[in-house]
């Protein structure tokens, strides 16, 4: 019959096709193996490579991933050279472009997210256990991931924060400030001399706790005279400390206003 003589003749094409093929196939998979254990080879030495660079473990993880996926995408295209898949190639070339494109708009705000946390992991503008300030909250960072930051606030809320968000916004990293200056400000009436008011802040502010040293002598607090509001003088008192801790700062500025606070009631110049 016809079409079982059609049938046959096609059958046969594609078997003596298959059999010069062989070789190619075989070729192509010797290919394939071999960079497939060439891309797991190079995933081992890029990783150890990045740890002895960076500390972090993402980055070394994402630079041996990188490599892998190279190799072994070179490793797969040349099998499929060898086996004449040009078509074959150029549309799985052009699939991925396009699907690549097409992700980039849909997670266009996860891409920032990552591409800042690969800033931040390289620049460290912060590290864990550093207190930072920024996007109107201040923590220490615990956690530093490619997508978002973890921060624990001073209230002991943990908080996650997009690295877009930071990377786009101001950052203060109380931990780097090693020089802190605590700025007060306050009103005198006018019935009281200013000048033995002036020493005698001055002489109270001296000896407050972390009070930034310059060699052996600590550096002296200053008053200036700001403005004058109705009846009263307004005095604007600037004081150095050493920054060496998460607390020195909220602990200076608490001292050095309890010590104002009585100096001033000494002088009756507060009820």
Request: charged residues 20%; contains cysteine; positive net charge.
């Amino acid at each position: 019959m016809e079409w079982t003589y059609l049938i046959y003749e096609k059958l046969n094409r594609w078997g003596q096709a298959t059999i010069k093929m062989l070789p190619n196939l075989a070729l192509a998979i010797v290919i394939f193996l071999v960079f497939y254990f060439l891309a797991r080879l190079v995933k081992k030495f890029v990783y150890k490579l990045s740890c002895r660079i960076s500390d972090k473990k993402a980055i070394s993880n994402l630079f041996a991933g990188v490599a892998y996926f190279i190799v072994f995408a070179i490793g797969l295209f040349s099998a499929l050279e060898v086996l004449k898949l040009d078509k074959a190639v150029s549309s799985l070339l052009a699939g991925a472009g396009i699907l690549g494109l097409a992700l980039g708009f849909a997670f266009q705000d996860l891409t920032s997210n990552f591409i800042s946390g690969i800033y931040i992991t390289f620049r460290k503008p912060f590290d864990t256990g550093h207190v930072i300030e920024t996007n109107g909250f201040t923590g220490t960072v615990e956690n530093i991931q490619f997508r978002s930051t973890t921060m624990r606030t001073s209230d002991g809320q943990h908080l996650i924060i997009p690295n877009k968000d930071i990377f786009q916004k101001p950052i203060i990293n109380h931990s780097l400030t090693t020089e802190r200056k605590i700025e007060l400000r306050l009103l005198i009436p006018f019935n009281k001399d200013p000048a033995p008011v002036l020493d005698d802040i001055v002489k109270t502010a001296m000896g407050v706790v972390n009070q930034l040293k310059t060699g052996t002598v600590r550096k002296a607090p200053e008053v200036w005279f700001e403005n004058i509001e109705g009846t009263n003088l307004k005095l604007l008192v600037t004081l150095w400390i050493s920054n060496r801790t998460d607390v020195s700062f909220n602990k200076s500025r608490h001292q050095l206003i309890l010590r104002l606070l009585d100096a001033l009631r000494q002088k009756q110049l507060l009820p």
